[in-house]
Structures are given as structure tokens and as C-alpha cells.
């Protein structure tokens, strides 16, 4: 069996529709694969879910026929959040559960994400063994064994159910107006009722999804949409989820954007102040170094782990902490979900600040966040960041003149062609200067590999 994944990235399969392997028949041969595998040779079942882009319908059914001609039942649950596929995974005792999703990306791109049957995501020796099954010749199974499909009505309305039931039963949101922001995408029938229904007044945007608008001008990656409706309305806040519902940033009442390590910070200490001292929250090398020196005030230390949630959720288990998550917003409750989850998510920052009697401006001061920019440049080819003479030497550079209160980094997009900077310090003009900087050498390499 190999030892390198061909297909699996940092959080399954993703790319351009159309374009390998983001095809029909690729995505044919990988349930029957998947199912082959995880069912192992035994009947099982398996949950299908989906964002709203139009290739969804495409692949919703090629799975669906895949896992079948390899003897496995198959559950569709329609539009539904990622993290709601793992919910449904465990609840309804299935073998294993399918996102076809690719987040917060455009329409136009695609991909697959798997579930266990308790909800994590795969080793890498089961995706290892989906790669090697694929290179096999696809067998249907006797008529007699072949599996079948199955469409589950309520699943929306289990998973509210769920959401709601991850606070206090005597929370209300009452007197609360809240702008929800779905991106047009999988959380677009299920989040405005989560809120309305524990009491909220929610103005909803970014929730006509046709298709082809997922992400479009809404989202986390897009806030202005938000900060707009915030503002304009005269909202408490505001909340956005992505395109498949497992990130959430928030907005305060002043139209200013709250970020996962910021919401990350009040869900921590709303911890604390009720008196669970838990010891140990989780970031990545991204998480802003505000948000260290704010947890270290609360006597929690933060881990970091490399970026991406499956690392994130690795170390979580290795550390004992329940709560952790990255600067994007994808954060996780260990004591309530078995993945990123945006609405329970924000629900645990909605919980902190009714509890604490506090705005989100207000619960947000405790954490000062450093300056930190991004920047993202595409590449045409792979770079081999730490074999690059010329970029190294410009990140020690950088380093150097940051000190010891700076921080560089630099990282291959896990699900993009496009090499990611952060530099991180205590003035916001020398950081921009910086990533402007290393910007144009990882342009430049970029070129020369040409």
C-alpha cells in the first residue's frame, strides 16, 4: 500500500469541477472505494449531506450509486452543515457520513469530506486504504446485497434540535437582534430558525441560495455584507458562517469584525468565570499571540498545533482540552460536538454574553489582540518553501528585525494552489511592510521555478 495520499488533502478532496479528480466517474469509483472500505464487507450505511452548490446534485447521486453497487445503504440528507452530517452520523448509527463540500471556496470548486461513525474525521490509514481500493476494478456486489437509498425528511429539523440543546434550557435570546449571515450556503434553513426559536429577532442575509452563489459576497471571507446589516439595522451583532457552516465570525454592534480567536477568548473565559477551570485551550501557529497573553491572565495555557482542525482536534485529545479552534473561525466544543460547528459555536459566545449581561464589544475587550496581516499569493507550481535559499533568507530577515515580540510564518494552502504569509508584531506599519516584503520573494520564487 502507499505511503503518500494522491487524492486526500488537510480536510478530504477539493478542486475545480470538471477537473481531476473532481468528476463524476472519479467521485463513482470513490464511494463504491469508500464504501468497500468502511462498511468491511458488511452491509452499513452511510450519511450523505451537501452544500448548495449545483455540482452537489451530480455528486449526491454518483455516491449514491457507488455505495450502493458495493452493498452499503445510503442515507441523503439533502442541504445540511458539515458538522450536522456528524451529528447525524452518530445519532443515527451509521457507518460513516459524506460532505460534499469544498467550504468556503467558490462555486465553481467541489470536494468530499468523510466522517467515522463517531463523528471524527478519518486516519490516514483508512484514507491510505480508499486511495489503494481506487485502483481496483469496481465490482457490484449480487443484486440480492446491493444497498439502498434512503432520504431522511427531519434532519434539519434534528439538528436544530441539537443546536438548541447545547445551552442552558432556561437561555432565552429574547431582546436580542441578531443579522444572520449564511453565505447562500448549507446553513441557510437552519440557522435562522436555531436563533428565532431560543427568541432572537434575526434579520437573515445570504440565505437564497440558487447554486451558484455560495460564498458570493456574504460569508466570513466577504464581512462587509454584514458589517453593513449590522450597522444599518441597528443589530445586537451580527454572526456569518461559510459556505458548509463549520466556521463562524461575528460582528459587534458597531459593525467591527470579531474573529475566531477573539470569540475563542470569550468563550474561555465565560468558562472560567463559571468556574470550570479547564486548563488547556488549542490554536495553530495563525492564533494571535493577544490571545495567549489574555488566556495566560485566566491561567490557561495555549497550545499551538499546525494549522488545519484535524491537527487542531489531534491535540485537543493529546492535551484534554474541550475548547479550541483557528483565527478563521473554525472552533471547536469537544463537550458538545466531534467537529467545528459555527452555529454551536456561536451559540456558546451568545450563552456568555447573556450570562455575563454584556455586549459583544464589551466581553471581546478582555483580549488585545498584536498586529498581525495575511497575505496570499497564488502559485502556478508547488514550492518547496523550506529549500527556497532566497526565501528563507528573507524570513530571517524579517525575524530579526520583528525580535522576540514578532512572529513569521509561512505555509502551502491545503486546499489551493497559494503559498500563505503572516507576520505578526507590535506595529501594524512594520508588519505590512513585511508581508509586503516577502509577498514579492514568494512571487518572485515563483517565477524563477518557472
Aim: net charge negative; with cysteine; charged share 25%.
Amino acid at each position: 500500500m502507499a505511503t503518500k495520499r494522491r487524492y486526500f488533502g488537510t480536510d478530504g478532496i477539493r478542486g475545480k469541477v470538471g477537473n481531476p479528480p473532481i468528476t463524476a466517474d472519479f467521485f463513482l469509483k470513490l464511494g463504491w472505494a469508500a464504501g468497500t472500505v468502511l462498511a468491511g464487507g458488511k452491509r452499513g450505511k452511510v450519511v450523505i449531506g451537501k452544500d448548495t452548490r449545483i455540482s452537489g446534485y451530480m455528486f449526491e447521486s454518483v455516491l449514491e450509486a457507488g455505495l450502493t453497487a458495493a452493498g452499503v445503504d445510503a442515507v441523503l440528507v439533502g442541504p445540511m452543515p458539515t458538522p450536522a452530517v456528524a451529528h447525524l452520523t452518530r445519532t443515527l448509527r451509521a457507518t460513516a457520513g459524506i460532505v460534499i463540500s469544498a467550504s468556503h471556496n467558490p462555486y465553481f470548486d467541489n470536494g468530499i469530506k468523510f466522517f467515522t461513525e463517531s463523528g471524527g474525521k478519518l486516519s490516514d490509514a483508512v484514507e491510505l486504504a480508499i486511495e489503494a481500493a481506487l485502483d481496483a476494478p469496481m465490482r457490484t456486489v449480487s443484486s440480492n446485497d446491493i444497498g439502498k437509498a434512503v432520504r431522511i425528511d427531519d434532519a434539519a429539523g434534528r439538528y436544530i434540535e441539537f443546536c438548541k440543546s447545547t445551552v442552558p434550557p432556561d437561555l432565552t435570546l429574547k431582546g436580542l437582534r441578531i443579522v444572520v449571515d449564511c453565505a447562500h450556503g448549507a446553513t441557510y434553513h437552519i440557522a435562522p430558525r436555531v436563533f428565532s426559536e431560543l427568541g432572537a429577532e434575526v434579520v437573515p442575509i445570504g440565505c437564497a441560495p440558487d447554486g451558484l452563489n455560495i460564498n458570493d459576497g456574504f460569508g466570513p471571507l466577504a464581512p462587509n455584507a454584514l458589517c453593513n446589516a449590522v450597522r444599518e439595522r441597528r443589530a445586537d451583532l451580527g454572526i456569518a458562517f461559510d459556505g458548509d457552516g463549520d466556521r463562524v465570525m461575528m460582528v459587534d454592534a458597531d459593525g467591527q469584525l470579531v474573529d475566531g480567536d477573539e470569540l475563542l477568548y470569550v468563550i474561555a473565559e465565560d468558562r472560567h468565570i463559571a468556574g470550570r477551570r479547564d486548563n488547556a485551550v488549542v490554536g495553530t501557529e495563525m492564533t494571535n499571540r493577544g490571545l495567549e497573553v489574555a488566556l495566560r491572565s485566566l491561567g490557561v495555557d495555549l497550545h499551538r498545533a499546525k494549522v488545519g482542525d484535524r491537527y487542531v482536534m489531534e491535540l485537543m485529545h493529546e492535551r484534554g482540552a474541550l475548547i479550541g479552534g483557528e483565527s478563521s473561525g473554525h472552533l471547536i466544543c469537544l463537550d458538545h460536538t466531534s467537529t467545528g460547528d459555527g452555529i454551536v459555536s456561536a451559540l456558546q459566545v451568545l450563552r456568555a454574553l447573556v450570562c455575563s449581561d454584556r455586549t459583544l464589544g464589551e466581553a471581546k475587550l478582555g483580549m488585545s489582540k498584536y498586529p498581525q496581516t495575511l497575505r496570499n499569493v497564488r502559485t502556478a507550481g508547488r514550492i518547496e518553501l523550506h529549500a527556497n535559499e532566497m526565501l528563507q533568507d528573507a524570513v530571517a530577515a524579517v525575524k530579526a528585525d520583528l525580535g522576540s515580540d514578532g512572529r513569521v510564518l509561512l505555509r502551502l494552502s491545503g486546499t489551493e494552489p497559494m503559498v500563505r504569509i503572516m507576520v505578526e508584531g507590535t506595529s501594524l506599519a512594520t508588519v505590512e511592510k513585511h508581508a509586503d516584503r516577502l509577498a514579492e520573494v514568494v512571487a518572485d520564487a515563483t517565477l524563477t521555478k518557472q
